[in-house]
């Protein structure tokens, strides 16, 4: 089955610092998600992206799917966006099972 | 538009108990997954439902089990309960399959 990478496992930052967030994954998908889990085990959908560029606020992402591998980039941090990231994937079309990375866990300090 | 609910929110139960969750998906989603995150394991994938279909299952035993209503609710049932199966489920539903998809808070299991 499709393997699953996220990278750093764990950041630290101050307030204010940017980050790059990186998933890489081992086959062909047709779907790629970005989740921010919050303290409390809320999963909150942040980029639905199989390709391309998208941005929401402060957060973007970029999917380049030929090279297999997913950016999020957040910037400006605030203590908010402490959690842990996952990147999930789908390789089948028309199934909404995923494969979860193993997540990068972010802390922010004021 | 509410979200995705899940009841109860928290279990406890003891070995050989069973369980049954609960799944409300989005309005007017008709897809609804779930989903198992241990500290061990992360997140799996159990098993997926389509217009009350189970379309893809995970590699569990058949302990766990689940099926969806005709209201797209859906509920996942785990019997004779062992100390592993403690963990947080996770149900989410997406309009249709491939498409986003979006978490409810999940039910933390305490399997004793």
């Known amino acids: 089955g499709i393997q699953v990478e996220q990278s750093p496992p764990d950041l630290i930052l101050q307030e204010g610092a940017n980050s790059t967030l990186r998933c890489n994954f081992s086959d062909s998908v047709n779907n790629l998600q970005w989740f921010h889990q919050n303290p409390w085990g809320q999963l909150i959908n942040l980029f639905y992206i199989p390709s391309g560029t998208k941005q929401n606020g402060r957060l973007s992402a970029t999917t380049v799917a030929t090279e297999r591998y997913s950016l999020l980039y957040i910037s400006s941090s605030q203590t908010t966006d402490s959690g842990v990231y996952f990147c999930a994937v789908g390789g089948s079309y028309n199934t909404d099972k995923l494969i979860f990375g193993t997540g990068t866990r972010l802390q922010v300090f004021p | 538009k509410a979200g995705v609910t899940q009841t109860p929110r928290y279990l406890i139960k003891t070995r050989g108990q069973q369980v049954t969750l609960s799944c409300s998906p989005i309005?007017?989603?008709?897809?609804v997954s779930w989903y198992q995150q241990t500290p061990g394991q992360g997140l799996q994938f159990l098993f997926e439902?389509?217009?009350?279909?189970?379309?893809n299952k995970g590699n569990f035993p058949g302990r766990f089990s689940g099926r969806q209503f005709s209201n797209s609710r859906s509920e996942m049932n785990v019997s004779t309960l062992e100390l592993g199966d403690s963990a947080l489920y996770l149900c989410a539903s997406s309009y249709n399959p491939s498409e986003a998809q979006y978490f409810g808070p999940g039910t933390r299991l305490l399997v004793l």
């Open positions: 309005s007017g989603h008709r897809s």
């Open positions: 439902y389509f217009s009350e279909t189970q379309r």
